[in-house]
């Protein structure tokens, strides 16, 4: 069964600390790999696609990394706007039309 | 342009009421999806439309939910008889879904209806 991982739960930094969030899943044949932004009281927010093993995307501070098994989400240089839970996402090539979401890290960047 | 549109944004019921939800889509976006979102859980899929096709109802957790779009606009997702354990946020989103293009499977969301059942 495809599945989703994401971890930390929560965490916190002091702005400027980098860091990375990591998202483990198991699925049959990656379609994709989605990540969101989520504020409270808001619907996710698109933030990158990876496709293939060794693909690599940035935003600002933000940049995506995928592996066969795992992807990184790695946050240089953090500001408080950054504060928000971050959801990772896959659609894999045996589950038709369904994307399987983690149940997302929470992350609070302190001034 | 406008983004997706959900509403209403809050609802409140009673148990055994039945419930309305709408989802207003991006203009021209095929795809549209429906999601559940408990408090500290992942989005859970409950349905899913493309187009014209027949929909993909593989997550609706029992008969007690429904939904239905008009073409490639406006949908409506449907609880009867509403439980205390379907109080969650409902969470619309909405793609463009055009085989080939590579960005085509991004899901756009609206800010979400938060049911709560009393």
């Known amino acids: 069964e495809d599945q989703v991982t994401q971890s930390p739960e929560a965490l916190r930094l002091q702005e400027g600390e980098s860091s990375s969030l990591n998202c483990s899943y198991t699925v049959s044949g990656l379609r994709g790999l989605f990540w969101y932004r989520q504020d409270p009281g808001k619907g996710p927010e698109f933030l990158f696609t990876l496709y293939s093993a060794g693909e690599e995307k940035e935003k600002e501070r933000l940049k995506a990394t995928l592996t066969k098994k795992e992807s990184f989400l790695h946050i240089t240089a953090p500001k408080p706007e950054d504060s928000a839970t971050y959801l990772c996402?896959?659609?894999?090539?045996?589950?038709?039309?369904?994307?399987?979401f983690g149940t997302g890290t929470s992350l609070t960047v302190i001034p | 342009g406008a983004g997706v549109s959900q509403s209403p944004s809050n609802k409140v019921t009673e148990k055994g009421k039945d419930v309305e939800l709408r989802c207003d889509p991006i203009?021209?976006?095929?795809?549209l999806y429906w999601y559940r979102q408990r408090l500290g859980q992942g989005l859970e899929f409950l349905i899913y439309f493309q187009g014209n096709s027949a929909p993909d109802k593989s997550g609706l957790p029992s008969d007690r939910f429904s939904a239905e779009r008009t073409g490639e606009s406006v949908s409506t997702l449907t609880i009867q008889r509403t439980q205390q354990e379907d109080s969650a946020v409902y969470l619309c989103a909405s793609s463009p879904s055009t085989p080939g293009l590579a960005s085509s499977y991004e899901q756009y969301f609206g800010p979400g209806t938060r049911l709560t059942v009393t």
């Open positions: 203009s021209g976006h095929t795809a």
């Open positions: 996402a896959v659609q894999g090539a045996n589950t038709g039309n369904q994307f399987y």
